[in-house]
């Protein structure tokens, strides 16, 4: 696989992190400008959002930990030469998934849907990261 092939799901996704990060600052500007939120509210970092700030803030946050795993893993494969077709595209999968978990996330924030759209991309990186062992320690 090329290189590029193998970075174009990162930097989506990336493009993703920064997508919920500029949607943050929005959410909480305008929070601020309006009046919602004082200053003295949230100065030492207490949750004192409103719904809105607060559900597009979590799901930022989010994407600093499932996905660190699977920055982690194409960081390996990727100068081993063990990202191939599978890799490539269970990473697309995997990204497809953090999409539909960050667009429930905040959206409804039907927890029900989340989870199961959050636990079929853990499963997806799970499967990849098993697929990448198997690989390098017996050469598959």
Not at 35 to 58: H, M, S, Y
Not at 107 to 120: E, F, P, Q, V, Y
Request: glycine share 6%; hydrophobic share 60%; charged share 15%.
């Amino acid at each position: 696989m090329s290189v590029q092939m193998v970075l174009l799901p990162v930097f989506v996704q990336v493009g993703l992190t920064f997508a919920l990060l500029i949607g943050m600052v929005f959410a909480r500007r305008r929070s601020l400008v309006s009046g919602e939120t004082k200053i003295r509210d949230i100065a030492l970092g207490e949750p004192n959002w409103p719904k809105d700030a607060t559900q597009v803030g979590n799901c930022y946050r989010n994407q600093f930990e499932l996905p660190v795993l699977f920055y982690a893993l194409i960081a390996l494969a990727l100068p081993l030469r063990h990202a191939d077709l599978f890799i490539v595209l269970m990473s697309w999968v995997f990204v497809v998934a953090r999409f539909a978990h960050a667009g429930v996330f905040v959206s409804s924030n039907d927890l029900g849907r989340r989870s199961t759209i959050w636990l079929a991309g853990a499963l997806v990186l799970l499967a990849m990261w098993i697929y990448f062992a198997l690989r390098m320690l017996l050469v598959i």
